[in-house]
């Protein structure tokens, strides 16, 4: 079954606005709201990666000095997560909406196809 999950482009700035209005501590909320709507293994694996994420930046914010180059590169992966988390979020995440006559004839449906007359031979290869 094919499940999809439509978001216009306010609902898609407003979880990429909690991701940034947070710095990357709440990267995980919109994430576990997709996956608990469609149910897809991908969306599991996504909000997963950022709870490995937040569990692993989290303590390093403590841990790791303010005068070192950790700190620095520290710095360099929550700005790039934070970057990869909107990405995924304005682009990745969502399905489009559907204009109003597509899903009234049925999103994705196979246009009726015209039958082509059987020739003398006939069917199967030809004889």
């Not at 994705?108 to 030809?126: D, E, F, N």
Request: include cysteine.
């Amino acid at each position: 079954m094919d499940k999809r999950l439509e978001a216009g482009w306010f609902q898609r700035i407003v979880w990429s606005v909690l991701v940034w209005g947070s710095l990357g501590l709440l990267a995980w909320v919109p994430f576990l709201y997709v996956a608990i709507r469609r149910g897809l293994g991908s969306d599991w694996g996504a909000f997963a990666a950022f709870v490995l994420y937040e569990c692993t930046v989290t303590p390093g914010l403590f841990l790791v000095p303010d005068d070192s180059d950790a700190s620095a590169v520290l710095g360099v992966v929550i700005i790039m997560c934070l970057l990869a988390a909107t990405g995924m979020l304005l682009f990745a995440m969502f399905d489009r909406r559907t204009p109003q006559a597509m899903a009234a004839a049925g999103y994705g449906a196979a246009p009726s196809a015209q039958t082509v007359p059987q020739g003398p031979y006939g069917y199967p290869y030809g004889r």
